[in-house]
């Protein structure tokens, strides 16, 4: 099937209001992804090279959002929205290139099954001209009935032009639909508006194909291929079937999950087998895990790096740029951002490392804070192997502690420390014997004097 030339065109040009929002409905984020890069995403993984989105007029915005996922993809404009066969017809130019297979999607629903695409697909290459892929349901309402004759896909009817016998039809279309390219145009072209909308129905090249001897086909997928996203209560549903799918999968790859239904995963979070992960866990975007690490409770992790048998939390924020290298440890209410931390370092407590590199083996006391901003700029701190950074330390960068370099704890450390080498930046200590004493009685006689008087 691979040699057969594929174009994929998502249509998105129908905005709903009912999201209540300024971001266009299809740019709304399933895992951290938008849902229209979810259904790209999908038909690449079918095997379709090209892709045609259809978007509405002054969407802008989305054109530009729609090159960053899918830089390949051409836009085009449908100005009037006139039903989705006239959808289609918008992307005519790169219909009329000449493809094997065309493959129809909608771009709000982001749970689009790329084997569902493909066996459409292999229909096609079987000879059908028109593939629809239905799904069953126990509640049809809304959806466009799958009209069989002997067997045989004769028709979709929508909703609203069924009779009270086809709308007790279960079998439903799901909005996927792949066209022979030499049908396409053909086919389209022939559709009119004479239904209860005055619409363009794309549905109709079924029974107009079936009319013509084409073969028409309906396969079957689940009913997660058709969930469209009308509002949030729509994208939350969608969101906890997607990362229910990941958390199996994260399973089934060697990934121990103690509470599989408190972890979040993004749409790219890479996590290595033997790595176990505790309750209450949210991964970000752009998190690679290596094998056999520990993500402890409650952390929050975005853009980071976590390489082999880590250490994490719980409570940690991994922030975008942190880098842990083997057997590090990031532990308890720490947060690092933009920062190397490496092979064997240790992290425990109540600690802030950002724009930083932590030598090997060093350790960094509880509470120490690296002063990496002065309000306009970011500065650089580096601690070499080895070092030992006292409690309660604030190292003000930039500035770097030498290997092996001791800084004792309560520091303030403004100049570079060799390596090696011992800085204090503490007031000296002095301990005065019996003047907690006195102290403590001089401030009660005056209390007393004062309630007298
Ligand atoms: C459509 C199908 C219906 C199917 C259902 C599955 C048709 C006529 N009906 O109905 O059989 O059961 O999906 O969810 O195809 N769009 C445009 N321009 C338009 C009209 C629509 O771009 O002029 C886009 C919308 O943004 C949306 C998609 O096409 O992504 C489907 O349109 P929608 O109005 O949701 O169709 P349904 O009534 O749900
Ligand atoms: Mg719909």
Redesign the pocket.
Known sequence: MSQRTCLSII?????GTRMKSVVPKVLHTIAGLPMVAHVVKAAEAAGSGELAL?I?HGADEMRKAALKFAPKAEAFV?EK????A??VLAARAAISKGYDDILVM????PLIDPEALAAARLKLAEGAAVVVVGFRTENPS???RLIEKAGKLVA?R?EKDCSDEEKKITF????LMAVAGRHALNLLDQVGSKNAKG?Y???DIVEIAAAQGLDVVATEASFEN?L?INNRAELAQAEDIWQQRRRREAMLSGVTLIAPETVFFSHDTEIGADTIVEPNVWFGPGVKIATGAKIHAFSHIEGATIASNCDVGPFARLRPGADLRNKAKVGNFCEVKQAIVEEGAKVNHLTYIGDARIGAGANIGAGTITCNYDGYSKFFTDIGEGAFIGSNSSLVAPVSIGKGGYIASGSVITESVPDDALAFGRARQRTLPGKGKELRERFSQAAAARKKG
């Open positions: 249509l998105a040009a129908g905005e259809v509405g449908q929205r006139l039903g989705t006239h959808a909608f771009g709000d629903t809304g959806y466009g979709i929508e439903c279309n799901g909005g619409e129905y794309l549905t058709a469209g």
